[in-house]
């Protein structure tokens, strides 16, 4: 007796709409490392695409994988007769873009010769793009060209080994091939996978096979080669592809194998009374690094450290009065002078530090006890700082101090504001000093040159209540070319406040802000359209602002995997690479190249302390972490590169975490 068959439903699924094909091919540009095309795109639809309501089900890649399962069912279509049975074999004449060509442009197989009598497979290192440049008419010059040709019995290649389908490439214009046409079946980018990331989704059984043209490469049928060997090709009309229409970027799709940077990585640490609330590199001295707590500062000198040697932490100063503490440090930009904050019995105070040998050059004074940040402005000559108010008044002070002249100093220029102010930043411009500062439910510019006046304050209007915006960041490049980003600890909200546009970021509050630098002419300069946040949701999000529809645009959004808060980030000063960690874990991503992985760090037991970190913040905070432990622990987290972007320090309780990373 046959089992009965359950009763089953069945809904028809609604068709494709032009929001939902919009939203795909957005997402595919974006991943595939076209954030220009994206921006335009975005522009000409006029809809905010992170906040319809199907995006959450959109998993990465999709649009390629929705093409090559459609591509597989075409094809499988085209034989099978009408009962399902095969019929006819598949024929490169009935695939879908046409036949792949049998002879490859004469230029490109040159190319591809030139290097190899011996026939070896190519590195990986040679996979990765070169640098183009735009070239006449729109194309470009000095794309990734293709290895030494091998036959099909020979070994298995270094793409094959890294699970990258190998391919021909197409005939291309001039000689030119992209790196998409290179590795990618047909002439898509492969899976976000390769990349490692956390943040992708695992291909299913039927993803798991390399597909070309739709079409398993196991079940391929063999094709005579005899026509490519022959040495005198018949010249072939150039084609220009469409990606290669206007100027476009280099794209690593394929990126090489995520390196583990815990081999080359030393943990120093000071007593363990001690949290560290800060590690800093000289600006120009990469062997020299500064980290403080509440009772003491310091400095170590890391240059030629063996592997079973830790170098000694130089204390420059040492509390332990409870009434005592170090409050703030920071670098003058030159690397000359290394200021410290102090708050004693009797009052606050700044000490300033030669830059080299660390000896004691001065004392400032201070009008407010407790300067819980501190900050120079580019030319070196003035120092920002933040103290809240002590007396019946309430609020907060800002603070700065003309170092420009050579006499005895004065006390400091401030201005008294009625908020709690959290954060500050400065920044200049056509030898204008700016200083934004944000806390509550505002955020001030001020002018900042030989004295400090308020030239503007914004003041957010929150249908959520009291809202804290705890983070600022700005970057001027003109009066006309600026940026001023605010972050909140509540909401996880970020607020542009020049612009009037305030945007949902996270699911969580933001505990990290930063804009990525953008180095031009040997000078420091910052992007004034593009930077990161990262939150306790366990993400990272890399934002674009487009001032011609005045909007914001997701260009990635990166985790460091289940579980996992993000408590802070850094860009490196070349402004290539993001970094960003949590309690034991670090991952370095490629901002030039579509935020793809290229590093992980993870701290072992029992040589560092962070997951039990992460236990106390959690127990303390009633199970959920605050923005770097306030309200229970003082875990504070800090990640900061060293001036050549080749070394990451990463302190977290009494221990930092030199993470060497060698591009």
């Known amino acids: 007796m046959e089992a009965e068959n359950p009763p089953m439903t069945s809904s028809k699924p609604p068709p494709l709409n032009s929001d939902q094909l919009n939203y795909l091919i957005w997402r595919y540009l974006q991943e595939a490392g076209y954030g220009d095309a994206a921006v335009k795109l975005q522009r000409d639809w006029n809809v905010d695409a992170e906040n319809l309501p199907f995006a959450r089900h959109i998993k990465v890649q999709s649009l390629v994988s929705l093409v090559q399962k459609g591509l597989r069912y075409h094809h499988l279509s085209l034989t099978i007769d009408e009962n399902g049975r095969p019929s006819r074999e598949l024929n490169p004449s009935m695939f879908f873009f046409g036949p792949e060509s049998e002879k490859p442009a004469q230029e490109v197989r040159e190319i591809a010769q030139r290097p190899s009598s011996s026939h070896r497979a190519p590195s990986p290192a040679s996979l990765v793009p070169q640098k183009r440049e735009p070239g006449p008419n729109g194309t470009s010059e000095g794309l990734l060209q293709p290895g030494p040709k091998r036959s099909r019995k020979t070994t298995t290649s270094a793409a094959d080994r890294n699970g990258v389908p190998g391919r021909k490439p197409a005939p291309t214009s001039a000689g030119l091939v992209t790196n998409i046409e290179l590795n990618a079946p047909n002439g898509h980018p492969g899976s976000i996978n390769d990349a490692r990331s956390p943040s992708a989704t695992e291909p299913g059984p039927e993803d798991s096979t390399s597909i070309a043209n739709g079409i398993q ?51 120093l640490g000071v007593h363990e009374s001690a949290s560290l609330c800060q590690s800093l590199w000289h600006p120009h001295d990469t062997s020299l690094l500064t980290a403080y707590s509440q009772s003491l500062c310091g400095a170590w000198r890391l240059s030629g450290i063996q592997q079973n040697f830790r170098p000694e932490l130089q204390e420059l100063v040492r509390y332990a009065a409870e009434d005592e503490m170090v409050t703030a440090i920071a670098w003058e930009p030159s690397g000359r002078t290394f200021a410290v904050a102090l708050s004693t019995s009797a009052g606050g105070e700044i000490q300033l530090y030669d830059g080299q040998d660390l000896g004691l050059l001065e004392t400032l004074s201070a009008s407010q006890r407790l300067i819980f940040r501190l900050q120079w402005q580019e030319t070196g000559s003035r120092l920002v700082g933040l103290a809240p108010v002590e007396d019946e008044r309430q609020g907060s002070s800002i603070l700065l101090w003309d170092l420009s002249n050579a006499v005895q100093h004065a006390g400091p220029h401030d201005v008294t504001v009625p908020e709690i102010l959290e954060d500050i930043d400065c920044a200049m411009f056509e030898n204008q000093g700016v200083v934004c500062a944000s806390g509550g439910s505002a955020v001030y510019h001020c002018r900042a040159f030989s004295e400090l006046e308020v030239e503007q304050k914004w003041t957010a209007k ?93 260009l990635c959004k990166l985790s460091l995997g289940p579980s996992q808060i993000l408590k802070t980030l850094s860009y490196s000063p070349d402004g290539f690479c993001l970094a960003g960690g949590s309690y034991s874990d670090v991952r370095i991503w490629n901002a030039e190249h579509g935020y793809s992985q290229m590093a992980t760090w993870q701290g072992q037991e029992p040589e560092w302390h962070g997951n039990a970190l992460k236990d106390e913040d959690l127990v303390s905070n009633g199970g959920i972490s605050s923005l770097n432990g306030d309200s229970g622990s003082q875990a504070y987290h800090s990640l900061a590169w060293d001036a050549d972007s080749m070394k990451l320090a990463f302190s977290l309780g009494s221990q930092v975490a030199i993470i060497n990373f060698q591009r």
Not at 221 to 245: F, G, K, R
Not at 505 to 525: D, F, K, Y
Request: glycine share 6%; aromatic share 4%.
């Open 462 to 554: 929150s249908t959520e209540g009291a809202e804290q915006w705890s983070f600022v960041k700005c970057a001027w490049q003109s009066l006309n070319d600026s940026l001023v980003v605010a972050a909140s600890s509540d909401t996880g909200r970020i607020w542009l406040p020049a612009k009037d546009l305030i945007h949902e970021a996270h699911h969580g509050p933001i505990t990290g802000l930063q804009i990525r630098p953008r180095p031009a002419n040997g000078l420091h300069t910052l992007s004034t359209t593009e930077f990161a946040t990262c939150s306790v949701d366990g993400t990272i999000k890399a934002w674009k602002y487009d001032e011609s529809s005045n909007s914001l645009m997701t």
């Open 217 to 267: 490469l196991g079940d391929r049928m063999d094709v005579d080669t005899d026509a490519e060997n022959h040495s005198e090709l018949p010249p072939e009309t150039p084609v220009l592809h469409t990606l290669m229409n206007g100027e476009s970027r280099a794209v690593q799709v394929e990126p090489a194998k995520v390196v583990n940077l815990v081999p080359s990585t030393t943990i």
